[in-house]
C-alpha cells in the first residue's frame, strides 16, 4: 500500500485550540499532584473542558471513502467504496456511534454462530474478506448503514 489517509473534521478552529492544549501539556498522560489528588493532566482537562467543548448539535455526519486501484483479470481497475452517513434521528444515536458499534455487533454475532472461528487479536480488515465481505456489506445495509461499491475499468489505449 503506498498511500492511506484518515481526516477526522471538527468545527472550524477546533485544530488550533487542541494544538495549544497540547502544547501547554494539557494532553499528557504522566500523572501529577493536584491539591494531594493524584491525576493526569489529560484527565483534569477532560473534566474541565468536555462541557465547554461541545456544539450546539450532538449531530454529525460519518464519510468514508476507499478506493483500490490495481490491475485485475489483466486490465487496471479500481475499486471504489463510500458512505455518506447522518444523524440517525429515528434511534437518536450519533453516526459515529452507528458506523462503530454495528460492525462490533456484526462481529459478535458471527463470533457467536461460528461463523468467524480464528481467535486472538485480528484486525476486522484480515476477518472481513473474501466470502464474508459481501453479507458484512449486506448486513450493514439491513441495519441503515449504506456502502455504495463502483468498479471502473481502464481500457489501455496501447
Not at 504522566?30 to 493532566?41: D, K
Not at 454475532?109 to 464474508?132: H, M, N, Q, Y
Amino acid at each position: 500500500m503506498k498511500n492511506l489517509y484518515e481526516k477526522t473534521v471538527r468545527y472550524p478552529g477546533h485544530w488550533e485550540k487542541m494544538k495549544v492544549i497540547g502544547e501547554l501539556g494539557f494532553l499528557d498522560d504522566i500523572p501529577i499532584a493536584l491539591e494531594g489528588i493524584v491525576t493526569t493532566p489529560r484527565a483534569f482537562a477532560e473534566k474541565v473542558l468536555v462541557s465547554k467543548m461541545k456544539g450546539d448539535s450532538h449531530e454529525d455526519i460519518t464519510v468514508l471513502r476507499v478506493e483500490v486501484t490495481g490491475t485485475k483479470d489483466g486490465k487496471r481497475t479500481k475499486h471504489r467504496w463510500e458512505m455518506v452517513d447522518l444523524y440517525d434521528h429515528q434511534r437518536d444515536i450519533t453516526s459515529m456511534a452507528k458506523t462503530t458499534a454495528l460492525p462490533a455487533l456484526i462481529i459478535a454475532k458471527l463470533i457467536a454462530t461460528k461463523k468467524i472461528t480464528e481467535t486472538g487479536v485480528i484486525p476486522i480488515e484480515s476477518l472481513i474478506i473474501r466470502d464474508r465481505f459481501q453479507p458484512f456489506l449486506d448486513e450493514l445495509k439491513r441495519l441503515g448503514i449504506d456502502i455504495d461499491y463502483k468498479e471502473e475499468v481502464f481500457i489501455s489505449s496501447e
